[in-house]
């Protein structure tokens, strides 16, 4: 499971709470490197990040993402569909995402749906 | 340093002009006491909290000058991760038994999800630590979690003094080329300049004008095509050097802005900067140290010295690197390492070595400070290597240049 957030406090907060890996800017290349061996081995079932997994990021392992905030450009919202949507097998993929009723988000999510990856 | 967005200018025509602080400003020097004071006070405690302070202090009212007297603050304290146990290690394991508990949840754990208090008091009693310790390690390292241990104070004017000069660095960021004339400074005046240059390693000409004055030419970070950061850095390091001549005056060549606009920027003397930069006596660049101690170790015929001379060549002058003294003979030859380098300087240089030296030399560049997006073949007499030095070829060609080999 890949969680991703807006903004690096609430990656901090969850992974405080919740006791899973989180990479950010601040998480080192040695460190990164474990974390996501370590997803792909089955060590951790759950990373949170910010927006840094993605572009170049390889997770085929991940078949559930959980989108936490609306604020994210249509090219990053492709980006983190596409994490999940690697061939692994014979994986199926969800990505969830939470968006608050009356707030923007609800605008953000609409037009994310017009890229053609969701055609 | 300020960063880019802390920068005040205004343009005056093709010009770039900083709005310097007045340092005799009751209302800015009460700022700069009132920011002081917090600093003083948070020993001890986190960059998180120290951010908050200050936000809780200024709150919305924050300008961009508090915002920047703020930066240069933070920039002399120094903050250490404070945690008994490395946290990498740490919050590796907690997560891995956290994932353990996870999949195969023990007793009640089954029924009501996860208990993140039993995760942390497992690992807890791995570690021969306190649940709250563990916890408390989890993120040490974060920067926001990092502990002020040391707070360099200084004094309000000197900190408005300290504001306009890095007011100017933050604009020397963005130059192509900068002319520095420097003129009726003694001898050891120049000597330190142009040895300030070499430990900065900047790309630099140096032409004489005058029996008591010097044009420095000097590559602006944004004239490279890599490096441009780590140069820009050493560059705005070199001005307190330069604010430490009596007459001077600098013109620097910019690009401003996301066009990258042709603008000017000039101070002098007269601009009153003030440094409370301390004449430096240091003059091997910290990279090169390991060659030198490399070097001592390995080559028992040679002996290895800071080189402080500067010598005359041609119109120009050579400061070479270090003395690397035959033991037997007695004889010296003088070796050169260069800094940021781009091909066509370093040959122009080395033509000027061969015209021009009257005492052996070697002259090396390394291909972590070439600066050009392409570098195809050197003319011999150029030696290249990789990052640093090898003291073992250093002592072969060199022996090789007293007819030695």
Known sequence: MLIFTYDNATVYQIARDYLVPAITHQTKTKERKQILDGFQTGEYSVVVTSRVLNEGVDVPAANVGIILSGTSTVREHVQRLGRLLRKHGEKQAVLIEVVTRGTIEEFITERRRQHHAYQ | ?405
């Open chain 2, 1 to 405: 340093m300020l960063t880019g967005k802390m920068v005040r200018v205004r343009y005056a025509r093709d010009r770039i002009v900083p709005y310097y602080l007045d340092v005799r400003d009751e209302s800015l020097l009460l700022a700069a006491e009132q920011l002081l004071e917090l600093y003083r006070g948070m020993e001890g405690r986190t960059r998180g909290e120290l951010e908050e302070v200050i936000e809780e202090t200024f709150g919305d009212d924050a300008s961009l000058v508090h915002q920047g007297l703020a930066k240069l603050l933070e920039d002399r304290c120094e903050f250490e991760v404070v945690s008994g146990q490395p946290p990498e290690a740490v919050r590796a394991l907690v997560f891995r038994t956290a994932t353990l508990q996870r999949l195969h949840p023990v007793g009640e754990q089954a029924s009501t999800g996860f208990d993140r208090q039993a995760v942390l008091e497992q690992v807890a009693g791995m570690l021969n630590l306190g649940v709250e310790e563990v916890e408390r390690s989890l993120f040490a390292d974060l920067k926001s979690e990092q502990k002020l241990i040391r707070f360099k104070d200084t004094t309000a004017e000197r900190l408005l003094e300290r504001y306009n000069v890095a007011l100017a660095q933050a604009v020397l960021l963005r130059a192509t080329r900068v002319h520095v004339s420097i003129t009726g400074e003694p001898p050891a005046r120049y000597r330190q300049l142009l040895r300030q240059l070499k430990f900065r390693r900047l790309l630099c000409e140096a032409e004489r004008t005058g029996p008591d004055s010097y044009t420095l030419h000097l590559d602006g970070p944004l004239s490279l095509f890599s490096s441009t950061n780590k140069y820009g850095l050493q560059l705005a390091l070199f001005l307190p050097a330069v604010l430490l001549c009596k007459d001077f005056e600098l013109r620097a060549e910019l690009r401003w802005g996301a066009q990258r606009k042709p603008k000017l920027f000039l101070l002098t003397h007269r601009d009153r900067l003030v440094t409370d930069a301390p004449d430096y006596g240091m003059f091997t660049p910290p990279e090169l140290a390991l060659f030198v101690e490399s070097f001592r170790r390995r080559q028992a015929d040679w002996e290895i010295a800071e080189e402080t001379e500067v010598y005359p060549l041609g119109n120009g002058y050579w400061v070479p690197d270090f003395r690397l003294l035959h033991k037997a003979s007695g004889e010296v030859v003088l070796l050169e390492v260069l800094g940021f380098w781009r091909k066509a300087s370093a040959v122009k240089h080395l033509q000027l070595l061969q015209r021009h030296a009257t005492l052996p030399y070697l002259l090396a560049v390394s291909d972590d400070l070439h600066i050009e997006e392409q570098l195809d073949e050197l003319p011999p007499g150029l030696h290249r290597f990789r990052h640093m030095p090898l003291a073992d070829e250093i002592a072969r060609l060199a022996a090789q240049a007293i007819g030695r080999a």
